[in-house]
């Protein structure tokens, strides 16, 4: 763990209630790179990724960003850091329209103030959103809610984006698609954190990817390297 | 197996103390007695739906009122017979009318969930009230009156009172023996998660049902002997939105978890209203409200959770 | 014919006030889920409000309405962070229910302690004042309150629509942890939510008071009136309290016309636990959760 990092999670512990979803948990990602989470149903990543969003307030651990402590803010001071999670479910206010729904990504000040150019970013990445920009969001095809969630997190103009489980329940073609866009974003600059259940996909793009078991990071390395991994092979590939 | 010996020997010996009360206190607090065994044991009652299936009834007075205006119709039909006679057949009139009734409404009822289900019974209370101040069968707005049925020589609050702690008790009986069975237990599934317990194969309609109209029922047993006790009643005074109010603060206030705490909570609460705040008249409704807020607040488990979790912090030192 | 278009005329002028004093039950209920049992106290706050500003310092009841209107504002967000709010976060759906029912027995004994439990009302130099239309008569009274109503609601429906913090609201109804995650604090939200609901109501109050006498207990009528509009309308949107509004001053006075007053409330109830039956979500739906 260097200080160069953009994001560093050290001994992070959450849960609900009684029980620890996340204990001692560490990883962390340089800044411009993609990095992976990835593991089986229930092993806490989506609680990991929430924390760091500031969605749930973690019950130990450190969490740092850009060099500074954040453990334990809120979302809106995550949002104002340059943190901005795209959530798993996707999340989007069904009964408004794209149009404000991305307005919603837009609330912190400096979001605010360059919304005109960021609109019109994200119109250019998407012109479907574009196209159907007065229609309700709960009324698009499944891979277009996913379009618009991820281009409501761009509209906060985020350092980090974290992504949980953009590929799921989208056709292949689209997950492809999706894959394709996480990699253009971080070419543009934009730090990637991605919570993949496709992991053979995942693994590809990752320059470093973390397995998560039981809420502890059990094995980590390139994305690649691990795709070659025995551990990997059989609990993930069905190898 | 000895911590139940045990129990059963301090309610046998409560209800005798209790029993024997009325020979040593004044008229007053023989009242206040009754009082709280009335709202106790109606509380109770809604404690069977809500308590274990979290139906939450907004509405519940509606079989206060029915029980009453059953028994006091069907005391007309015999006014010349012995007073025991009467007493027990307003009783019984008061049961079946309210649990039949309550059977009825149950099946489309029970279809709502969640604030639906509240409101509806909400909406089925002030029907019912209204209806009964409609229509003259009912005494209209004059209301009807009810005979003494108090024997000679007995006082007739006393009388109130042991009827009151008898019906208190079976209910008490009544729903520690459900929470025991296989109903009990089915009807705790539903309220973890109906939809799981549907799937698992408890029958729910069939169990929220029988939950409803033995909850329904027996308070219109209790609503017969409030009847009798008030000795005259309207529509206003038995379909009234603060009973069913009160029967689900008294059992928040004792606590939701346990058949203790809404009869806790109606004694706290009783005996605070009448005893407590008797010489702050003006002000009675606003202390009420002030501590249904700092029970939701401080002690959202009521204060059988409050004092379960006192002991369980005690025990961990 | 013409007594027919006589109660038609008095209904929708009815169910316009019925309309206005639901929208901030509808508003909280749609956005938090609350059932707020404080609503009747700010509707009767705000006619007391207004007979204070009117016989005390001579103001003319409409004139009262945005200051009241702040008043309340305040009082709502003060009682939702002080007392709802906590609730809330107890997480027992009756927990937040049984709050408001506390704080509104709190509020209504010191209505009464203040004002005394007899019945008072406000009448302005205008409020004997009858129009003609043929046959047809209205005050004048209930027509100005009917439009100050309708604006209220049209300016009401503005600020949801189109101000960020309307939108912001709207999001946080439709998903609290995607609105949580955009940077939206959702406890300011419910707090803003909770004092714009209570400005409304004592809006609405204020109307009423013009139009009808009133006693602090009233304020239960008034709970219950919105919860039926509301139930009937649909949660949440102003087109549903509209709608719930306007049906049930039909009914209530066609009834009170053509079957006597005894029944206005109860066919009032019936209709609400018919429309709970077959559909739940009220004629229009819920602006905010998915229909079951
Ligand atoms: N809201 C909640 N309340 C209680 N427990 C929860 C809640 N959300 C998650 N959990 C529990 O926390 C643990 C971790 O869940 P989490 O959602 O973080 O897993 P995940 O790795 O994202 O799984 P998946 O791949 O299925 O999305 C699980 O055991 C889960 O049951
Ligand atoms: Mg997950």
Same mark, same amino acid.
């Given at each position: 763990?260097?200080?160069?990092?953009?994001?560093?999670?050290?001994?992070?512990?959450?849960?609900?209630?009684?029980?620890?979803?996340?204990?001692?948990?560490?990883?962390?990602?340089?800044?411009?790179?993609?990095?992976?989470?990835?593991?089986?149903?229930?092993?806490?990543?989506?609680?990991?990724?929430?924390?760091?969003?500031?969605?749930?307030?973690?019950?130990?651990?450190?969490?740092?960003?850009?060099?500074?402590?954040?453990?334990?803010?809120?979302?809106?001071?995550?949002?104002?850091?340059?943190?901005?999670?795209?959530?798993?479910?996707?999340?989007?206010?069904?009964?408004?329209?794209?149009?404000?729904?991305?307005?919603?990504?837009?609330?912190?000040?400096?979001?605010?103030?360059?919304?005109?150019?960021?609109?019109?970013?994200?119109?250019?990445?998407?012109?479907?959103?574009?196209?159907?920009?007065?229609?309700?969001?709960?009324?698009?095809?499944?891979?277009?809610?996913?379009?618009?969630?991820?281009?409501?997190?761009?509209?906060?103009?985020?350092?980090?984006?974290?992504?949980?489980?953009?590929?799921?329940?989208?056709?292949?073609?689209?997950?492809?698609?999706?894959?394709?866009?996480?990699?253009?974003?971080?070419?543009?600059?934009?730090?990637?954190?991605?919570?993949?259940?496709?992991?053979?996909?995942?693994?590809?793009?990752?320059?470093?990817?973390?397995?998560?078991?039981?809420?502890?990071?059990?094995?980590?390395?390139?994305?690649?390297?691990?795709?070659?991994?025995?551990?990997?092979?059989?609990?993930?590939?069905?190898? | 197996?000895?911590?139940?010996?045990?129990?059963?020997?301090?309610?046998?010996?409560?209800i005798?103390?209790?029993?024997?009360?009325?020979?040593?206190?004044?008229?007053?607090?023989?009242?206040?007695?009754?009082?709280?065994f009335l709202s106790a044991g109606f509380a109770v009652c809604w404690w069977l739906l809500?308590g274990f299936?979290?139906?939450?009834?907004?509405?519940h007075?509606?079989f206060v009122?029915?029980g009453?205006?059953?028994?006091?119709?069907?005391?007309?039909?015999?006014?010349?017979?012995?007073?025991?006679?009467?007493?027990?057949?307003?009783l019984?009139?008061g049961l079946?009318?309210a649990g039949?009734?309550?059977?009825?409404?149950?099946?489309?009822?029970?279809?709502?969930?969640?604030?639906?289900?509240?409101?509806?019974?909400?909406?089925?209370?002030?029907?019912?009230?209204?209806?009964?101040?409609?229509?003259?069968?009912?005494?209209?707005?004059?209301?009807?009156?009810?005979?003494?049925?108090?024997?000679?020589?007995?006082?007739?609050?006393?009388?109130?009172?042991?009827i009151a702690l008898a019906l208190l008790a079976i209910v008490m009986a009544v729903a520690w023996v459900i929470s025991?069975?296989?109903?009990?237990?089915?009807?705790?599934?539903?309220?973890?998660?109906?939809?799981?317990?549907?799937?698992?194969?408890?029958?729910?309609?069939?169990?929220?049902?029988?939950a409803?109209v033995l909850s329904g029922g027996l308070i219109g047993l209790i609503g017969a002997v409030y009847?009798?006790?008030?000795?005259?009643?309207?529509?206003?005074?038995?379909?009234?939105?603060?009973?069913?109010?009160?029967m689900?603060?008294n059992s928040?206030?004792?606590?939701?978890?346990?058949i203790l705490g809404p009869v806790?909570?109606a004694?706290?609460?009783?005996?605070?209203?009448?005893?407590?705040?008797?010489?702050?008249?003006?002000?009675?409704?606003?202390?009420?409200?002030?501590?249904?807020?700092?029970?939701?607040?401080?002690?959202?488990?009521?204060?059988?959770?409050?004092?379960?979790?006192?002991?369980?912090?005690?025990?961990?030192? | 014919?013409?007594?027919?278009? *006589?109660?038609?005329?008095?209904?929708?002028?009815?169910?316009?006030?019925?309309?206005?004093?639901?929208?901030?039950?509808?508003?909280?209920?749609?956005?938090?889920?609350?059932?707020?049992?404080?609503?009747?106290?700010?509707?009767?706050?705000?006619?007391?409000?207004?007979?204070?500003?009117?016989?005390?310092?001579?103001?003319? &009841?409409?004139?009262?309405?945005? &200051?009241?209107?702040?008043?309340?504002?305040?009082?709502?967000?003060?009682? *939702?962070?002080?007392?709802? *709010? &906590?609730?809330?976060?107890?997480?027992?759906?009756?927990?937040?229910?049984?709050?408001?029912?506390?704080?509104?027995?709190?509020?209504?004994?010191?209505?009464?302690?203040?004002?005394?439990?007899?019945?008072?009302?406000?009448? &302005?130099?205008?409020?004997?004042?009858?129009?003609?239309?043929?046959?047809?008569?209205?005050?004048?009274?209930?027509?100005?309150?009917?439009?100050?109503?309708?604006?209220?609601?049209?300016?009401?429906?503005?600020?949801?629509?189109?101000?960020?913090? +309307?939108?912001?609201?709207?999001?946080?109804?439709?998903?609290?942890?995607?609105?949580?995650?955009?940077?939206?604090?959702?406890?300011?939200?419910?707090?803003?939510?909770?004092?714009?609901?209570?400005?409304?109501?004592?809006?609405?109050?204020?109307?009423?008071?013009?139009?009808?006498?009133?006693?602090?207990?009233?304020?239960?009528?008034?709970?219950?009136?919105?919860?039926?509009?509301?139930?009937?309308?649909?949660?949440?949107?102003?087109?549903?309290?509209?709608?719930?509004?306007?049906?049930?001053?039909?009914?209530?006075?066609?009834? *009170?016309?053509?079957? +006597?007053?005894?029944?206005?409330?109860?066919?009032?109830?019936?209709?609400?636990?018919?429309?709970?039956?077959?559909?739940?979500? +009220?004629?229009? +739906?819920?602006?905010?959760?998915?229909?079951?």
């Amino acid at each position: 763990m260097t200080t160069t990092d953009l994001l560093s999670v050290q001994g992070l512990a959450a849960g609900y209630g009684g029980a620890l979803a996340v204990r001692g948990l560490d990883f962390a990602v340089a800044p411009g790179t993609i990095a992976v989470l990835v593991g089986a149903n229930g092993a806490g990543k989506t609680t990991t990724v929430q924390v760091i969003a500031g969605a749930i307030r973690p019950s130990g651990g450190t969490i740092r960003f850009d060099g500074e402590t954040v453990t334990g803010l809120d979302c809106p001071a995550m949002v104002d850091r340059g943190i901005t999670l795209v959530p798993e479910g996707r999340l989007i206010f069904a009964r408004m329209t794209v149009e404000e729904n991305l307005l919603m990504g837009a609330l912190n000040r400096r979001a605010a103030a360059n919304l005109a150019r960021n609109l019109d970013r994200v119109f250019a990445l998407f012109p479907r959103l574009a196209q159907r920009r007065g229609q309700l969001g709960g009324s698009m095809s499944g891979g277009e809610q996913q379009m618009l969630a991820i281009a409501r997190g761009l509209m906060a103009e985020p350092r980090l984006m974290i992504l949980d489980e953009p590929s799921l329940g989208l056709a292949p073609k689209v997950v492809a698609e999706t894959f394709g866009l996480i990699r253009q974003l971080n070419a543009e600059g934009i730090t990637i954190l991605l919570v993949e259940q496709n992991v053979r996909q995942s693994l590809q793009l990752a320059d470093r990817a973390f397995v998560i078991e039981k809420g502890r990071v059990v094995l980590s390395g390139a994305g690649p390297t691990l795709l070659d991994d025995p551990f990997v092979k059989t609990a993930f590939l069905g190898l | 197996m000895a911590r139940r010996i045990t129990i059963l020997l301090l309610a046998v010996l409560l209800i005798a103390a209790l029993t024997t009360l009325p020979f040593f206190l004044k008229a007053f607090h023989i009242r206040v007695g009754l009082s709280i065994f009335l709202s106790a044991g109606f509380a109770v009652c809604w404690w069977l739906l809500a308590g274990f299936t979290a139906y939450y009834s907004f509405g519940h007075t509606a079989f206060v009122g029915i029980g009453a205006f059953a028994a006091a119709l069907a005391l007309r039909a015999v006014p010349e017979a012995a007073p025991a006679l009467q007493l027990a057949w307003s009783l019984g009139a008061g049961l079946v009318v309210a649990g039949g009734i309550a059977a009825i409404i149950a099946w489309p009822i029970l279809r709502l969930r969640g604030h639906y289900f509240t409101i509806a019974m909400l909406a089925v209370a002030l029907v019912l009230g209204e209806a009964v101040a409609a229509f003259p069968v009912f005494g209209g707005s004059t209301g009807l009156a009810l005979p003494n049925l108090a024997p000679m020589g007995v006082r007739v609050e006393a009388f109130f009172y042991w009827i009151a702690l008898a019906l208190l008790a079976i209910v008490m009986a009544v729903a520690w023996v459900i929470s025991r069975s296989r109903l009990g237990y089915g009807l705790a599934a539903i309220r973890e998660d109906e939809d799981a317990a549907q799937m698992l194969g408890v029958p729910t309609t069939r169990f929220k049902v029988v939950a409803f109209v033995l909850s329904g029922g027996l308070i219109g047993l209790i609503g017969a002997v409030y009847a009798l006790n008030l000795g005259y009643i309207t529509s206003d005074s038995v379909f009234r939105g603060s009973l069913s109010l009160e029967m689900i603060v008294n059992s928040l206030v004792g606590g939701m978890g346990s058949i203790l705490g809404p009869v806790i909570g109606a004694a706290v609460m009783t005996g605070v209203t009448k005893l407590v705040l008797a010489d702050l008249l003006e002000y009675h409704l606003a202390i009420t409200g002030v501590l249904i807020v700092a029970v939701v607040l401080v002690a959202p488990d009521g204060l059988v959770g409050l004092w379960r979790r006192r002991r369980a912090q005690s025990a961990g030192r | 014919m013409t007594a027919l278009v *006589q109660t038609l005329v008095n209904g929708l002028l009815y169910g316009g006030i019925l309309s206005i004093a639901a929208v901030g039950f509808s508003l909280i209920f749609g956005v938090m889920s609350v059932i707020n049992l404080t609503h009747g106290i700010f509707v009767i706050g705000g006619a007391y409000g207004a007979l204070v500003a009117w016989s005390v310092l001579g103001i003319d &009841p409409l004139l009262s309405i945005p &200051p009241l209107m702040l008043v309340a504002f305040a009082l709502g967000w003060a009682c *939702q962070r002080l007392v709802i *709010q &906590p609730a809330v976060e107890r997480g027992n759906p009756v927990a937040a229910l049984l709050v408001t029912f506390g704080f509104a027995l709190i509020a209504v004994n010191l209505l009464t302690v203040t004002f005394s439990s007899s019945v008072r009302s406000i009448s &302005p130099s205008y409020s004997f004042i009858n129009l003609r239309l043929g046959d047809i008569s209205i005050d004048l009274v209930r027509l100005v309150a009917f439009g100050c109503g309708l604006a209220l609601i049209a300016i009401l429906g503005s600020f949801l629509r189109f101000s960020r913090w +309307g939108r912001v609201i709207r999001a946080t109804a439709l998903s609290e942890l995607g609105a949580r995650l955009c940077g939206v604090d959702a406890r300011a939200v419910y707090a803003m939510t909770f004092a714009v609901a209570s400005a409304f109501a004592a809006a609405s109050g204020v109307l009423i008071g013009m139009m009808l006498p009133f006693t602090p207990a009233d304020e239960v009528t008034w709970t219950v009136y919105a919860f039926i509009v509301v139930t009937l309308g649909g949660v949440g949107s102003l087109g549903g309290a509209m709608l719930g509004g306007l049906l049930l001053g039909l009914v209530s006075t066609l009834t *009170q016309t053509y079957l +006597g007053a005894v029944y206005t409330n109860m066919v009032m109830f019936l209709i609400l636990l018919f429309t709970l039956l077959v559909r739940p979500n +009220g004629i229009l +739906g819920s602006a905010f959760k998915a229909s079951r």
